[in-house]
């Protein structure tokens, strides 16, 4: 574990002052121009630049990180299959980690920094779980050897260039998760080269995303008048029991050339004396590198440094090594460029490393990696990849488009809300030949599917509907659920509830019923989800609808007394409970869930606010012996109010207390500057630094001497601290009661501090890198599209927070997904449906009325087809109901014309 000063780490950087950081890009804060806010002043005086925050409603372009900016080097987006472990792509397009031989360290690096603050009780040093890629990013972590170069033959020189940013003049990065695209420019050669590089990521296929393999897509064009003859060498080292077999254990590293139609491989294995001795190693198993179509030569021993007897290597079909010599595979392949030709050579890289290491200790982490139920070793993942190139490439290619570019929301916006379900590409998350998925909070950190922190992702839900639906039927209410209703929070490893964790995972039986076909999940698992909801209420001591049971939560204590965001949560639990007893036919069951949410909404709004906030009132006996909110203003003092946004429960709380609320955060929580702030506070991890902007955790505006309680503890640090998947989970809330000022900045805060000059854009940090509450961002873009759905009632819903009278945005389903568009032209407003993928079954649309005139008619057409329809307008909202349930398939559209 690397021990490394912060101050030396900064000053080698050019890291040092806020200063240099700002020269380089656009600061949050101004220029200042108070009472200058337009349509509506921004409240409590945040004195941004009315122009900078509309700028952030505009379309824009794609995010792209350039070399001449020095933008690239902490770059890496994951680009291997979900839960097989992470392969980074660099900013240059060179792949670096390779945290694929099932170590589960804690952190992507593990390492501490020295540090000039007390985090914690840890004493002035941070670990991965801390932040230490925070402040000291990691780059340049190459276990093996694996690069790309090619050789161009060009008005009689012949030139060599790897694939590295220090050959090009510039090098462009566009950051569009899950394919990134990679421009290398020499200003001295005519051509164009663009490097596209993904792992297959099909949405509502988690099958097809969940292949260990990365692919380079590299395309080539001749821009000047004459031929120009290419090659392009690829290389991969033999890594397979790289870090495990010992050169007197014996054994011979074994690279095989094989040619099929479909695919040039070399298979790189290694082949032990002792067939026992390496089987339950992390790095037991096979890689491959291949070349997709037949115009390519296999070398099963690539010389490097890369030089032009590189590109002719003449060697056997099969190489052989000791156990502790290299050896790298190589592919060559050429084609002559006529003026104005373009070609494609493309690559993929897979691995197979079957056991999942022993630091996961569940039963079902002993039968292997959830891959191995398709593909016997990497050879095999090859063969399939080829075998079905062009599918996995135009279904991920189209989901690309579909979200980036068929979108009237702004670039950066849609990269935010979205590149954190990476998370689900790196070590963080695994699934298991069972097909049980598992995760650390981040990587390597905090076991067990943690309830009260993956109950913040909202991204699973929407993108792999089938996988988050497992996990509630295989894992909160069957392996976690006992018998009173309590769901242990880390599965096997702590056999407790968190209250929070409960709420949420109740909450999420809804949205995963919800993004199902039929009512299927919700029959098959109504006992269980009606126990679990039944526990929250018996949580209820006093009958009030107001929890005030202790457990744990997810500022990792057990607090006393009423606290207002897990009251809150608890009642839009109980009500979704509530709403399931209903459409199961539960009548009693939902009469006390009613009975329940009335109670509790009425004595939370009348109890637990304070006149401009909800707070935590302190335990009748116990007072403020422990630690607590209390009287401070609380990042999450709504959240159930905004989680009921995400599912369709609609108002919960007050609206007048809830807007009261959400401004009192931003006022008192959000800050242009958190450096004041962080030096008069201490124990608080680096999650933002002075002279970034954000929401912290915590505030104290009444000036109370002890805020959180009479007792000292070491999570007194976590009210200090900016945590992204916190402030993801209020700026959905903000989007959704309409603030979408408020929302849009505080994104592009965290946006911001994840810009590649300073870290990695695709990393944003907890307890560990890569951390699960993050993707609580996606819930940001389902409020701003004001998104609702129900798969077994046939039912949709949309309506977007701005730009209404043109908008245009993806969407999933249960079974299908594609684009939404509404567009205004005098008095008619059209809304179309396009499928992309899979159907659409739909009966009831809810959309709004884009003025104040009554509907007079509507007209639905499904490809050119009229339907029949009736509509109810209430407001500005219109029902439109079909006759029965249609189904709109790939390629068709449905537009309702009003």
Known sequence: MKNIRRRDFLRSTGFLTAGLLASRMPVIAGPFAPNAWGSRQMPFGKMLDPEWVQSLYQRGTVTTYLKTKNELQYIGMPVGGINCGTVYLGGDGRLWLWDIFNKNQEGIEPKVVQWDHDVQDNGKKVRSRDGACYIQPSKNIRPLEQGFAIKIKYQGATIIKRFHQDDWDEVKFEATYPMAAIQYIDNNLPLEIKLTAFSPFIPLDEDNSNIPVTIQSFEIKNTGAAVIEIEIAGWLENAVNKFSATASGGGKRINTVISKADHVSVFSMFKPTDKTKYSDAGDTGSMCLSFI????????????????????????????????????????????????????????????????????????ARTGHYYLNKFSDALAVAAYVAGRFEYLTTQTQLWNDTWYNNSTLPHWFLERTFLNISALATTTSHRFKTGRSWAWEGVGACEGNCTHVWQYAQAIGRIFPGIERDNRQRVDLEISLQEDGGIWFRGEYDKRPAIDGQAGRVLGCLREHQMSVDSTFLKSNWVNIKKATQFIINADKNGDGMTDTPMENTLDAVWDGE????????????????????????????????????????????????GEYYIHRPDAVKGRAGIGSYNTCHIDQVLGQSWAWQVGLGRINDKEKTMSALKALWKYNFMQDVGPFEQQHSGWRPYALPGESGMVMNTNPKNEPRPYGESATWQLGYFYECMSGFEHQVCSHLMAEGMADEALVLTRAVHDRYHAFKRNP???????????????SYGTFITASGFEYHGPNGFIRFAPKWGKESFKVPFTTAQGWGTYSQTKAGGKQDHLFELKYGLLQVQKISLEKMDDQKVNNILVTMSDKKIPADFIQTGTTILVTLPQAINVKTNESLMISI
């Open 762 to 776: 695709f990393n944003e940090i907890e307890c560990s890198d890569h951390y699960g509450r993050a993707m609580a």
């Open 563 to 610: 606290i207002a965001w897990i009251v809150g949560l608890c009642i839009a639990a109980v009500k979704a409970g509530g709403i399931m007893a209903e459409e199961i036919g539960d009548v009693a069951f939902a009469a006390r869930c009613k009975d329940y949410a009335v109670k509790g909404v009425k004595n939370m709004d009348d109890l637990l606010f304070n």
């Open 293 to 364: 179509g037949k115009n390519a030569t296999g070398i099963s021993s690539f010389s490097l440094p890369v030089a032009a007897a590189s590109f002719g290597s003449k060697t056997a079909s099969e190489a052989a090594v000791d156990a502790d010599g290299k050896l790298i595979a190589g592919i060559v392949s050429s084609q002559k460029l006529l003026p104005g030709q373009s070609t494609k050579k493309e690559f993929a890289i897979s691995w197979h490393f079957p056991n999942v290491g022993a630091r996961i200790n569940v039963p079902d």
